[in-house]
């Protein structure tokens, strides 16, 4: 037998109290007595006595030196111990994704409850050794073989919950390469989402709950010709019934306005804040407080989807000077930006521009001689020509930029792109367009693409190349018919967005988990990282960047480097919202699915306490009746 808790066997301290109210409890009796010769008797009979004969036949006490023992013994809380573990070795597999950070029953995660009941296992089994491993986007080998159940249950304990999106299917090759080495193993498995355990001997704990969960999943903002922003957000509703609720539009950390909103369910609803007037909006970028918050009031199963932030940038502060003959598409194109200035040149023109005063350079057709110091670039169709065979040859320091930057990889005739996931290319998920002519590179080191062709070359690519924000796109827009679709404002607002500043971080908005790349601005020598919460981290700059990793939650972060103060949001991965979807568990006969939320193999920790106050009750009624009795 076993106690979940020690401390109530200090209230067995109370037990030399209750003897020694007997040893001081005197019992007088009025009797009649017909000769005073008796009180002698008496007195001999009392100085003989002693104390302990109190004892002797004095149930009473014993009866409640009893109680207090069973009472003592329930706040314990004694658990029975399993016979010993069947298996040599047990893999304790534990979700930590986001949606695992909801709700399962009152005020108890998901989480909470795998490892609540991993801890349990742990304890109810002997002979095994354990090995314990986290899983999200990525698995994390916490303790490997150990037989000591007290480390094994604080690395099970010591699981943090995040806010990346993953399941137990990114851990799946490692639980195999573990479980290869082993005769006689199990592998115990807690999740809320789909899992593949083929092959593996394997219980799959289902934790998956059906509930209401309300999310805002996207905060923008637009700034229109005169310098008036506007703003908007996407409301999901993930349950089963109407979402009614309110949202709330803050500026830095002053609420600004709130709108009601109701979506039905499976469905999403946009919400329009009130406008913020330029004058309101030029405070707001001097200030120190740049970005907007807004989040909804409902209190559903997950709370780590109802807040999202917005990274102010001064848009209406810079100019862009596009370097084309006529585009037209290009040149519309370029307008979405808001109230940006945007001026033009022709390329032969370009050596009398001053390209110093322009944040952003748009060259369309042609690869200049040089580029310019400061200015972040987006490349259009560049002439294969120049770039052809440029990796191929020896350049003066001031061309290897072009080796940098261009990375050729072939010529289609006709090619489908594909849209690939990620900041430039947002709300354009699953879309593609055809093209004729088109460029296909190797995404260089400091890029990522946001377009592929059909041979899986990148034909679009962005990132942070030397301090600068650089995009390169390799068709011309009057190949294809994608400036006619409406998604191509929504791809240039975005392009423009991710362009418009060099940034100490490559963006603006980053998903859970994802590393943030650190550039050095000037001459500061260290970066400073505060996290959601407050908590800190100081990155050495002496390389020129720094990498910072410790993006697990959702929510606003802050970069200090020298003079400069600057802000990028993690958010919430949308997948993990879905509170209603399917949980399917792929298994062959080795694996077995609990759809319950409960462990076999679990000695609960209070089944032997009810037993016990059934005792005290029972030992109670008793005493009261031989007090009533010696009435």
């Known amino acids: 037998m076993g106690f979940v808790r020690l401390w109530p066997a200090l209230l067995a301290v109370f037990i030399p109290g209750i ?41 009473l006490m014993y009866m409640q030196i009893a109680a207090l023992l069973l009472l003592v013994t329930a706040l314990m809380s004694p658990y029975i111990k399993g016979r010993g573990s069947e298996y040599s070795n047990v893999l304790v597999l534990i979700d930590n994704s986001a949606s695992m950070s909801g709700i399962y029953s009152g005020e108890e995660t998901k989480l909470d409850v795998a490892k609540e009941q991993a801890s349990d296992y742990v304890s109810s089994n002997d002979g095994a050794r354990y090995t314990v491993l986290s899983a999200s986007n990525t698995s994390d080998l916490l303790i490997s073989g150990s037989s000591d159940k007290g480390r094994v249950k604080d690395a099970i304990n010591n699981i943090e919950a995040t806010d990346i999106a993953g399941s137990l299917e990114n851990a799946t090759s490692m639980v195999q390469s573990l479980a290869a080495a082993w005769k006689n193993y199990k592998v115990i498995a807690f999740t809320d989402s789909s899992a593949n355990m083929q092959d593996i001997n394997c219980e799959v704990v289902d934790l998956s709950v059906q509930g209401e969960n309300g999310a805002i999943q996207s905060l923008s903002h637009a700034v229109s010709e005169d310098g008036t922003v506007k703003v908007m957000a996407r409301v999901d509703n993930y349950g089963e019934r109407q979402l009614d609720t309110d949202a709330s539009l803050y500026i830095g950390n002053k609420i600004y306005d709130v709108q009601s909103v109701t979506a039905e369910p499976g469905e999403s609803s946009t919400v329009y804040f009130k406008d913020i007037t330029a004058g309101r909006y030029n405070s707001i970028l001097a200030g120190n407080t740049p970005y907007l918050m807004a989040e909804i009031n409902s209190k559903d199963m997950l709370a780590g989807d109802n807040m999202v932030y917005d990274i102010l940038n001064g848009e209406g502060d810079e100019k862009i000077l596009l370097v084309a003959g006529k585009n037209t598409f290009l040149e519309k194109g370029l307008k979405v930006s808001g109230n940006r200035t945007v001026d033009k040149v022709l390329p032969k023109d370009l050596q009398a521009a001053d390209t110093k005063e322009y944040s952003l350079v748009v060259y369309d057709g042609i690869i200049p001689d040089s580029i310019p110091e400061d200015a972040n670039i ?242 109670l009624m008793a005493e009261w009746m031989v007090y009533r009795k010696r009435l």
């Open 19 to 59: 003897i020694l109210l007997y040893l001081l409890k005197q019992k007088v009796v009025n009797q009649k007595i017909s000769a005073l010769n008796l009180w002698r008797e008496a007195y001999e009979n009392i100085q003989a006595s002693t104390p302990w004969e109190k004892f002797r036949n004095n149930i």
């Open 378 to 619: 987006i490349f259009i169709n560049p002439p294969v020509s120049k770039i052809k065979n440029i990796g191929d040859k020896k350049v003066k320091e001031e061309d290897k930029w072009k080796q940098d930057i261009f990375i050729y990889a072939n010529k289609s005739k006709s090619s489908i792109v594909k849209i690939l996931n990620g900041n430039v290319t947002n709300y354009l998920d699953g879309y593609s367009f055809g093209c004729l002519n088109v460029t296909g590179f190797k995404t260089p080191k400091w890029a990522k693409s946001f377009f592929e062709t059909d041979d899986k070359f990148s034909t679009g690519y962005l990132g942070n190349y030397n301090g600068r924000m650089v995009a390169v796109t390799g068709f011309d827009l009057h190949n294809t018919d994608f400036p006619l679709q409406t998604e191509f404002p929504i791809f240039m607002y975005n392009l423009l967005r991710e362009t418009m500043s060099a940034r100490i971080a490559d963006k603006t908005i980053y998903n859970a988990g994802e590393a943030v790349s650190i550039q050095r601005k000037g001459k500061a020598e260290k970066a400073i990282v505060t996290r959601p919460g407050g908590g800190k981290e100081t990155y050495s700059l002496d390389e020129g960047t720094a990498v910072f990793t410790d993006t697990l939650k959702a929510g606003l972060y802050n970069i200090k480097e020298g003079g400069d103060n600057v802000y990028f949001t993690v958010s919430f991965p949308e997948d993990e919202s879905d509170v209603l979807k399917e949980t399917v568990i792929t298994s062959d006969n080795k694996a077995t699915a609990n759809k319950a939320g409960k462990l076999n193999g679990v000695v609960s920790k209070r089944m032997v306490v009810i037993p016990v106050l059934v005792l005290l009750l029972i030992l």
